[in-house]
């Protein structure tokens, strides 16, 4: 069990004045059996209303629009969670994780996925999160992690055949590995702990409960995990969205720091 | 009959409203006239009656399908309907998971298509829950030929279709959450245009486009010309669900509205049609809905489908291998007439590509049996022809689930060809019920 502090800061610099900007936000922590959120405050500007919603996954989203002119959009969160609670997290029944089954466009298999798929598979019947594991370790040798070789329109099949990728990719393969497999999984958005960008892992399930695997790390989810969100794959778990009026380049830059408190 | 001698007259009458029914081809837009043939479908008072039953059941079984689906899903956990074919229809929206609209109605406006059987019977061949469209044109030439041939409806007692418009009124009030309602279009190039700027004229209310709604603060207002905002509780939507809202369904559209998707989740509009209905009207469920009254309504269906064959079962495989010759091939994720194909119109070579897709992508087809329906008399140059047609029927779910005492007969101007579809170029007619 841990204490984590956490700010987590977008920016979007527009080159010239956009205005009529709508946004959606998926950048809220909730309590889970694994987490305890105790402290969370999130600035966005600017702004003439905002509002909360849960989506059909059940993340929590932030939704708004300002009408104002502006050429920066600012999104501060910081909170304090406590974590490593449980390693997993109960859900309802196994006929209703249908929706985690299905690939998507991100974890279609093509050749280089179906093959890794036949290398890795177990001999005889395992468990899913066993099954899930096996794969993680397997990935460990056949993928690189290269920062800046992939995009956030690359495909689970694109990156496995370039070799390299970042934690998006690598998720997204060993989700097409384990539903190739038949396991029912997730995609996570979320922070880990040190100085950088958000992070993504995976959940399988798992005997009624929910298990986080970070491929990326080759490990299982922990105390230094703080989860945001998760759905089907990196398109259900944008962080930031946004619609606005004006012709305008746009930089948009992430900053994620995430360091254990002190104890009191 | 007057009436008949009219048809050119009810014709120009239609031109000049503007009864026109665009098509896309080849990414440029055509516009073209509905042609309107004066002699009407005519059903008695006691095969409608059938008919009414028969439709009322099945969409009432279609509403608890939808609600189960995106919340309980029971008739997954009871395997009546395998999963795939749920989480693989691309009408299936994940993001419609978890919502209840307004009243529990998903489709509150049906367009089932039937066709009449040599053998006397009716088959359903399809079913339209996402926006079905045609409702209109049986009502403004019901209206044109009263008014050119009023003698014709003083002999014949036939039951007013003018009321659409207070059937559709209601069944948005039923469902309006507080506001205005509005018939929101995506412009003046849709290929139901006439029908929208029509239907709204007929209820009394706004016609809107994306930029003159807008979401703050939790709920959705229309913005006058003078920049007055009123809130709006339904939105009878002719946009599709794809383009319906940026922040959830495809980012790029600029004809929907952002964010309302969010207020729809918190129950604060009533969208008509509800999003995510293509679930349950895709070709290949079309199969599992005699299972569905089954299992919601513990009835025996009324109304019968066409004999429907899904490759995704062995030994349907078999099947539509073997009668390859006599059967229609339809791809689940077209619709309007297109990825439709008769087995026996393929060349050889035609033939083996066909049956090399169906091997590997076996979900995405049906197989049925070519019906061999009944042909109606059209005038053709003053002479009687018989060409082929069918019916589409109205079926509005409000407080109550009622059938439209009319319909949209289309037919086919092509003596060949058995798809009656309007954007292949046919032609509709009235559809009389009559009171007796």
Redesign the interface.
Same mark, same amino acid.
């Given at each position: 069990m841990k204490t984590l502090r956490f700010c987590y800061d977008l920016k979007i610099e527009f080159s010239s004045p956009v205005t009529h900007h709508?946004f959606?936000v998926k950048c809220v922590a909730r309590s889970d059996e694994r987490q305890q959120v105790l402290q969370q405050e999130i600035r966005i500007l600017p702004k003439? @209303?905002l509002?909360e919603?849960?989506? =059909?996954?059940g993340n929590c989203y932030i939704?708004g629009?300002t009408d104002t002119e502006h050429t920066l959009f600012s999104v501060a969160a910081s909170g304090v969670v406590r974590t490593g609670l449980a390693d997993s997290t109960a859900e309802g029944?196994t @006929?209703?994780q249908?929706?985690y089954? =299905?690939q998507t466009a991100y974890t279609k298999p093509g050749p280089a996925l179906g093959k890794l798929f036949e290398d890795l598979r177990g001999p005889g019947p395992e468990d899913a999160l066993k099954a899930g594991r096996r794969y993680m370790e397997g990935l460990r040798s056949r993928f690189a992690y290269v920062s800046g070789s992939t995009d956030i329109t690359t495909t689970a099949e694109e990156a496995l055949t370039q070799g390299r990728g970042v934690c998006q990719d690598y998720s997204h393969i060993l989700l097409s590995l384990c539903r190739q497999a038949g396991i029912p999984c997730r995609y996570v958005v979320g922070m880990l702990i040190g100085e950088g960008a958000s992070h993504a892992w995976v959940e399988v399930f798992h005997e009624g409960r929910w298990y986080g695997l970070d491929p990326t790390n080759n490990t299982d989810v922990c105390e230094d995990h703080i989860k945001l969100s998760h759905g089907?794959d990196y398109s259900?778990c944008l962080l930031n969205?946004g619609?606005f009026t004006g012709f305008a380049g746009q930089k948009q830059s992430v900053s994620v720091q995430v360091w254990e408190k002190e104890p009191e | 009959m007057e009436l008949f001698e009219r048809t050119e007259v009810v014709n120009a009458l239609l031109a000049r409203y503007g009864v026109k029914f665009g098509i896309y081809k080849n990414n440029t837009f055509h516009e073209q006239l509905f042609p309107f043939d004066a002699i009407p479908r005519v059903i008695d008072a006691h095969e409608f009656a059938y008919l009414e039953r028969g439709l009322k059941q099945r969409v009432d079984a279609l509403n608890l399908f939808l609600l189960d689906i995106y919340n309980?899903?029971h008739i997954?956990?009871d395997k009546v309907i395998p999963?795939?074919f749920?989480?693989?229809s691309s009408g299936y929206l994940?993001?419609?998971?978890?919502?209840t609209p307004p009243g529990s109605v998903y489709s509150h406006i049906s367009g089932i298509d039937l066709v009449l059987g040599k053998d006397g019977e009716w088959y359903i061949l399809e079913d339209n829950l996402r926006v079905p469209s045609g409702a209109s044109y049986p009502m403004i030439a019901r209206e044109l030929c009263r008014r050119s041939s009023p003698r014709t409806f003083q002999a014949v007692s036939v039951a007013d279709n003018r009321s659409y418009a207070d059937l559709l009124k209601q069944v948005l009030d039923h469902v309006n959450t507080g506001g205005l309602t509005v018939v929101f279009t995506p412009g003046r190039y849709n290929a139901a245009y006439f029908e929208h700027s029509y239907l709204a004229e007929k209820m009394r209310v706004p016609l809107v486009t994306g930029s003159d709604l807008e979401?703050?603060?939790?709920h959705l207002y229309f913005k006058d010309y003078s920049g007055r905002k009123e809130q709006v509780g339904a939105v009878y939507r002719r946009i599709s669900d794809d383009f319906l809202d940026?922040?959830t369904f495809r980012?790029e559209s600029l004809i929907g509205v952002?964010?309302i998707f969010?207020v729809y989740?918190?129950g604060n509009v009533a969208l008509v049609n509800a999003p995510g209905n293509g679930v349950a009207d895709d070709k290949g469920i079309y199969y599992f809905v005699p299972k569905m009254i089954e299992y919601y309504l513990k009835q025996e269906p009324i109304l019968h489908n066409a004999p429907t064959y899904l490759p995704y079962y062995e030994k349907d495989m078999r099947y539509v291998l073997e009668h390859f010759d006599s059967l229609v091939l339809k791809d689940v994720a077209e619709a309007g007439g297109y990825g439709v194909v008769f087995g026996n119109s393929m060349s050889a070579s035609q033939k083996e590509d066909f049956i090399r897709l169906l091997k590997s992508e076996p979900r995405r087809f049906i197989a049925q049996e070519v019906i061999d329906f009944c042909d109606l008399p059209i005038l053709e140059k003053g002479e009687k022809v018989e060409r082929k047609a069918d019916l589409r029927a109205f079926v509005l779910s409000g407080a109550e689930t009622v059938v439209w005492k009319s319909g949209l007969t289309r037919f086919s101007r092509n003596p060949d060809s058995f798809i009656v579809n309007s954007s292949q170029g046919g032609g509709f007619k009235d559809t009389w019920v009559l009171n007796q």
């Open positions: 709508s959606t003439e @209303y509002s919603n849960q989506d =059909a996954f939704f629009r029944d @006929y209703r249908g929706v089954l =299905a089907r259900d969205q619609v | 309980k899903k997954l956990r999963e795939e749920i989480y693989a994940a993001q419609c998971e978890g919502v979401v703050e603060n939790d940026p922040m980012p952002p964010h969010d989740r918190k």
